[in-house]
């Protein structure tokens, strides 16, 4: 099924309408966000399991699909299985996946991360890196062998440059949007906020120090690229800890980045230490982060994407029709139930298996080698569905 064999439902001609980034036309304003699923192959390039993966949400009409998180350098690989772009040999397999989910008539993005401070030195094999000598709090206690440096200005450049280089091998591969993880307390969420950030070079102190990097990174991606590719930006816009980023922050962060040349902010919320923010559970009810995005959508030129547990075209629509977001992100709803735009678009919505927000997906909690959903069908089974293509899967 493609998205234009859809009939479309009237309840939802905001969400289910085509929406405009630049020159890049999307067919709907609903995404897929970016996901550490664990599913490519232990080498970082794509398996047929994560074409597959993702084509299910273009069978059934997502405008964008943001695959990802992709590490952009080999010191912050934090599982076996992580998508990986810091390589040319990343380009032919992400080619494919690219060419396959836009002749399903989805546009095809990539997220490009580097974990910082929040990835694990018993993987990495080496001392974490982070504009500041800060242990996480979370992951220096969850791994024995924790350690992190202070990034010198010869690693911002080298880092700069791992970003740029993977943002080109994306675009190379056919990717019509690169995203930015500057959210959830990864390595540029960290130069951004002075939670993290204590440096007192041009890296650190004053916003437009923390800024800097993002910034830099951003302007040497569209420098360099020779075809026309939407640069998103994701953030935490509140971080939900004592000294971090709230949402007034944002008022100055946002027009340097639309300078440089960002053209989507995608507002997300919390890092590790507010970890119920980045993936909200039950407990905090439907898009508790809508009054965030609204916030930052006053103060950007560029079109939002919102996340957070939207989890209804309804839900969707209210927030668009609000003036609180320009795209929607949802995620888990699309996983428990690939079917659930094509459903909802067509009047089917009764039809829909829900997702119950059990929190099981979250596979780097639970020990499980990967991402898995309990109420899929048929349910992905973490123990006996271990094997891809190259192999036995080895969990770290």
């Not at 993002?214 to 000294?243: A, C, P, W």
């Amino acid at each position: 099924m493609s998205y234009n064999s859809i009939a479309i439902n009237s309840k939802y001609p905001l969400t289910l309408s085509k929406f405009n980034i630049g020159k890049l036309i999307l067919p709907n304003r609903v995404v897929f966000p970016p996901w550490q699923v664990n599913y490519a192959n232990t080498d970082g390039t794509v398996s047929e399991k994560l074409v597959s993966f993702f084509t299910s949400f273009a069978d059934n009409g997502c405008g964008l699909i943001i695959t990802g998180c992709a590490a952009v350098s080999a010191d912050t690989i934090t599982f076996d299985r992580v998508m990986r772009v810091d390589s040319d040999a990343s380009i032919p397999g992400l080619k494919t996946l690219f060419q396959e989910i836009e002749k399903r008539g989805s546009v095809p993005g990539i997220q490009l991360i580097h974990y910082g401070r929040q990835a694990i030195s018993s993987v990495t094999g080496c001392e974490l890196l982070a504009p500041s000598a800060i242990p996480c709090p979370l992951m220096s206690k969850l791994d024995p062998n924790y350690k992190v440096r202070e990034m010198t200005l010869e690693d911002i450049q080298y880092i700069k440059q791992q970003f740029i280089d993977a943002a080109l091998r994306a675009a190379h591969a056919g990717a019509k949007m690169i995203e930015l993880h500057a959210a959830h307390g990864y390595l540029l969420n960290q130069f951004l906020s002075p939670y993290s950030n204590h440096r007192t070079d041009n890296y650190g102190g004053n916003l437009e120090n923390r800024i800097r990097l993002l910034r830099e990174i951003i302007e040497g991606i569209k420098q360099r690229l020779t075809q026309e590719v939407v640069i998103s930006v994701r953030v935490s816009g509140n971080e939900f800890v004592e000294g971090g980023l709230v949402p007034a922050d944002f008022k100055d962060i946002i027009p340097p980045l639309e300078r440089a040349g960002m053209d989507l902010l995608h507002v997300s919320a919390g890092v590790y230490e507010s970890e119920e923010r980045m993936l909200p559970p039950i407990s905090l009810g439907e898009a508790p982060h809508a009054d965030i995005a609204g916030e930052l959508k006053s103060y950007s030129s560029v079109p939002v994407c919102a996340a957070g547990s939207i989890s209804s075209l309804e839900t969707a629509e209210s927030m668009i029709a609000r003036g609180q977001t320009d795209l929607v992100a949802i995620g888990r709803s699309q996983v428990a139930d690939p079917e659930f735009l094509a459903k909802s678009a067509s009047g089917r919505e009764s039809e829909i298996r829900k997702c119950i927000r059990d929190d099981k997906c979250k596979f780097w909690e639970t020990g499980e080698p990967h991402m898995y959903c309990t109420v899929s069908s048929p349910p992905v089974n973490p123990i006996n569905n271990n094997k891809t293509e190259d192999g036995d899967h080895k969990n770290q």
